[in-house]
């Protein structure tokens, strides 16, 4: 295992890198299990050096920041800074999990390295998760298994975290092997590797399905982000192409899901205000028309709320001769007279776009942002939509990649999640078939169904499995698809406890550095080895 050259340790990167974007890239996530073991490789053969530390951090950050452009460069086609600051945020939290094993490797036990290794890891992955701003959890390591939901079954028990450790375990395992190269490494990372795998597949092939069960519809409109791409497909005005495609629902749906954000491209409808949505009931009623007495409509609107003189929230603007208001990115449960029953209010922002990181501090300075445009209002409670005892969550676009909060519809009665998105903002890249497939991981955690409408790539349905069901609109197709769907009531471990792996992960890595340090103490006295 011995190396010193640069361009072995540069070769030992590239693998790396490779190992860990294999699984945003539409390939198999379990190249994860042992994408770190090069960099283990390259610490394990520096010295505990100064000099040698800031190399350990050049090979790391390196590592880390192609991972980044090799698998989230197509946020650039959005917003150009989005990827620079990702790659940045996310390259400094891997570095703390990373260089604190280097410097402790070489002066303490290597069973405490490694402990601090992954416990820092799962804090700092956390830290990024649960935060309101500068969160972009797209390269957690438990999401690379999104397209091997068959392998994770038991996220319904750990969430993404357990994902993320039995990706360090494993390295570590396999590490082990190459540096101590004994049987008892060999069959420790076999069993570490594998019998999640086994309990996985009993989990799979164990699972009963609900007799419960609902219709729901969902509509694949196919129009662009971008006003001149709608020009050039003649959608500026898309409204008679979606209650063409929405003659094709059978009436016999409970719901019907239209896109996040898909009444802001009716040019009748534009931005709605909470108390006069019943001026835009004749349109809502004409989409749906006459023949789906039964059926209500999910869709996604820009709303606005008027507080008068009141300042009722950080995120409220104000107006001359309108008053302070807050817009929201909403979601709207329609009945079938036009008439909104209920509404729900994103509650995780896309930050740069509908966030804006630090917003006190440009409020402080007066520095314009924009309006609405820079910092949206922020939902608060997990609102739940119902038609004829059928009670669905209705999460948007970006909160599919949240478990901890996804989970919070199950828990307080949702037994099928709709989600609504737009994801043309990229282009036809691996982003928009990722958040499709990370909603897979959702229906695990949860064990609940889910129904995906999205403007353009990707609309269906994705069993309590994560598999999904039936066909798929993809990029550019315009359509509408229906399936029955199970129902389930029962709450799994993750979705009452949440990301408890996590929490114990950050206890465990305050013990860690506590206990290194008393170590290190204790060594100077000459009272341990």
């Not at 960099?39 to 050049?58: A, F, K, Q, V």
């Not at 490797?105 to 402990?115: D, M, Q, V």
């Not at 063409?244 to 040019?267: I, Q, R, W």
């Not at 499709?436 to 353009?456: G, H, K, Y």
């Amino acid at each position: 295992m011995k190396q010193n050259s640069t361009l072995h340790r540069l070769l030992l990167v590239l693998l790396s890198v490779a190992l860990l974007s294999i699984g945003w890239l539409g390939g198999t996530g379990l190249t994860l299990l042992v994408a770190l073991v090069p960099l283990l490789i390259i610490s394990e053969n520096l010295s505990d050096s100064t000099r040698d530390w800031w190399r350990m951090c050049g090979w790391g950050a390196l590592t880390f920041l192609l991972w980044s452009a090799a698998t989230i460069w197509w946020v650039w086609i959005a917003t150009p800074i989005g990827p620079i600051t990702a790659a940045i945020f996310g390259t400094f939290y891997n570095l703390c999990a990373l260089m604190t094993y280097h410097y402790t490797s070489k002066r303490a036990p290597r069973a405490l390295a490694y402990t601090l290794l992954a416990s820092i890891w799962l804090a700092t992955e956390f830290v990024y998760y649960s935060a309101d701003v500068m969160t972009f959890p797209w390269l957690l390591l438990g999401h690379g298994f999104s397209g091997d939901v068959w392998a994770v079954q038991w996220y319904e028990y750990t969430g993404i975290f357990g994902g993320s450790l039995w990706v360090l375990a494993s390295n570590i395992a396999v590490f082990e092997i190459l540096r101590t190269r004994t049987t008892t490494a060999r069959v420790r990372a076999a069993m570490i590797v594998l019998i999640p795998i086994v309990v996985s597949l009993v989990l799979l092939f164990s699972y009963t399905p609900s007799e419960r069960t609902t219709q729901i519809s969902v509509i694949q409109p196919n129009v662009p982000c971008y006003e001149d791409e709608r020009i050039t497909m003649g959608k500026m005005d898309p409204t008679q192409d979606v209650m063409d495609l929405m003659a094709d629902v059978p009436a016999t749906s409970s719901f019907v899901l239209m896109p996040e954000s898909a009444l802001a491209y009716l040019p009748r409808i534009g931005s709605v205000e909470e108390r006069n949505l019943h001026y835009y009931a004749p349109l809502l009623r004409d989409i749906q028309g006459e023949s789906h007495p039964d059926t209500k409509l999910i869709t996604g609107a820009s709303t606005t709320v008027r507080y008068g003189d009141t300042k009722a929230t950080d995120t409220a603007h104000y107006y001359d001769g309108y008053g302070w208001y807050d817009q929201y990115n909403s979601a709207l449960l329609i009945n079938s007279n036009g008439e909104t029953e209920n509404i729900y209010h994103k509650g995780k922002l896309v930050i740069g776009v509908e966030a804006v990181p630090m917003k006190s501090l440009f409020d402080t300075f007066e520095v314009d942002l924009g309006g609405v445009s820079g910092q949206l209002g922020w939902g608060k409670e997990h609102t739940l939509f119902s038609n004829d005892g059928v009670i669905i969550g209705p999460a948007i676009c970006y909160e599919g990649l949240y478990g901890g909060y996804f989970l919070g519809f199950a828990r307080q009665g949702a037994e099928v999640m709709a989600l609504i998105s737009n994801d043309g903002w990229w282009g036809n890249t691996p982003g928009h078939k990722r958040l499709f497939d990370f909603c897979r991981l959702r229906a695990i955690e949860t064990r609940r169904a889910i129904a995906r409408s999205a403007n353009t790539g990707i609309s269906g349905f994705i069993s309590p499995t994560g598999k999904t069901i039936g066909e798929r609109l993809t990029w550019e197709e315009e359509g509408v698809l229906t399936a029955e769907v199970e129902l389930r009531s029962e709450k799994t471990i993750y979705t009452l406890y949440g990301d408890w792996i996590a929490r114990i992960a950050s206890y465990v890595a305050v013990l860690a550095i506590m206990y290194y340090v008393a170590y290190r103490i204790r060594k100077r006295n000459h009272l341990v080895d």
